[in-house]
């Protein structure tokens, strides 16, 4: 009897220290949300300078496209039981006030956002911000990069800044690139040096981070405008479908998804994977570290897609040229998942340097 009873003690033992490593989730997602503009832009204390001039854009389709793209973000995170993801990269936004409207509406309750966003120099007046939930992210230290590129014939070129945000996610310290590259508008290998540009913008802000700490936990994302097979990517950026030990490259999980076919969006009967989530290789699968990569994916639902026409399985967007279909965005949302251990040391940051704001 006494026998058993030990038996069933170290039983007991066992499976509380198994339920004391068991893990959590965190969910990071990036989402080109297509042209998200108010209609009331006269009416802002500080209007951009949009050019977005879509027919009949009113408050009524304001007001759905907000709905829409927050069934998206709830539903993403409902994948994982979840209001949303714990961090979100958006892209295409006009300005703070569009992201209040969409992180208030009654889709995201319960989701508990704040968002981080630089007005950027953007001819088209969009921009990209960070949406967080504050039971999972608290900043730290944000800064933006301007990307200066010109025209061959010498006039300037204006795009979106590159967002750096530093932060605590649980105990770890990470940093966040979030990206919006200059467009193929000309063509793809007319445009390639832009974007070869920004891949050095995002190079230059990697080794400013790494100057300050000596193994960073790093995350690239964004709509980069070219897939991740592209020289921008491969090369520019250093995305390999591999992690590794060195920081001098970035595991690219959507490389791998790119290359079975996937993408994000679709032109010409041709799928791209634009948007992209990059990682720091030192980070993944290091038990001495707070979190571990499990997994990366593309939102796609059924809903999500066009279901009829020529357009059909490409994502169901707002505009089709100038014809409304009332739909989400020419994108879909790509993600990337984490697990951490509820119990893992603190791991406190190896500063090597003074931090301090670095605008180019």
């Known amino acids: ?21 068991e893990t ?6 990036f989402y080109n949300v297509e042209n998200l503009f108010s209609p009331h832009r006269a009416e ?18 304001y007001n759905t496209k907000i709905r829409n793209l927050g069934r998206v973000i709830r539903s993403l995170g409902g994948l994982h039981e979840k209001p949303g993801p714990d961090l979100l990269g958006v892209a295409e936004v006009e300005n703070a006030g569009v992201l209040q409207d969409l992180i208030h509406h009654d889709a995201l309750q319960g989701g508990d956002y704040e968002i981080i966003h630089k007005d950027s120099p953007d001819h088209r007046g969009i921009d990209v911000a960070l ?3 504050r039971s999972s992210f608290i900043p730290h230290h944000t800064e933006t990069h301007t990307l200066r590129m010109y025209h061959e014939e010498g006039y300037r070129l204006y795009t979106r ?10 105990e770890e310290l990470i940093h966040i690139l979030i990206n919006h590259w200059p467009s193929r508008r000309g063509g793809k290998e007319q445009s390639a040096r832009l974007r070869s540009l920004a891949a050095k913008l995002n190079r230059r802000a990697i080794d400013s981070i790494k100057r300050l700490y000596s193994e960073p936990f790093l995350i690239a ?53 634009f948007d992209q989530i990059l990682l720091s290789g030192k980070k993944l ?17 059924a809903w999500l897609r066009s279901s009829r026409g020529a357009y059909r399985g490409y994502p169901l967007r707002t505009y089709i040229g100038r014809t409304y279909t009332g739909g989400y965005s020419d994108h879909f949302p790509v993600y990337v998942l984490f697990t951490a251990s509820e119990h893992d040391p603190l791991v406190e940051p190896k500063v090597v340097g003074d931090s301090g704001k670095n605008e180019n």
């Open 131 to 133: 949406l967080y939930r």
């Open 221 to 273: 994302m964004g709509d980069f405008n070219d897939d991740p097979t592209d020289p921008s990517m491969y090369y520019g950026l250093r995305g390999r479908n591999k992690a590794s030990d060195s920081l001098e490259t970035l595991f690219n999980p959507m490389l791998e998804l790119f290359r079975k076919g996937y993408g994000s969006l679709a032109y010409r009967d041709r799928w791209h994977l």
């Open 24 to 29: 959590r989730e965190t969910l990071i997602a």
């Open 44 to 61: 802002l204390p500080e209007p951009s300078n949009s050019v977005y001039d879509q027919p009949e854009w009113n408050l009524r389709r």
């Open 285 to 301: 699968g290091n038990q001495e570290h707070s979190y571990a990569y499990k997994k990366a994916g593309i939102f796609m639902p």
């Open 161 to 170: 800044d590159l967002l750096v945000v530093s932060g605590y996610l649980g």
């Open 1 to 21: 009897m006494r026998t058993v009873i030990i038996l069933i003690l170290l039983h007991l033992c066992s499976c509380s220290k198994v339920c004391s490593q």
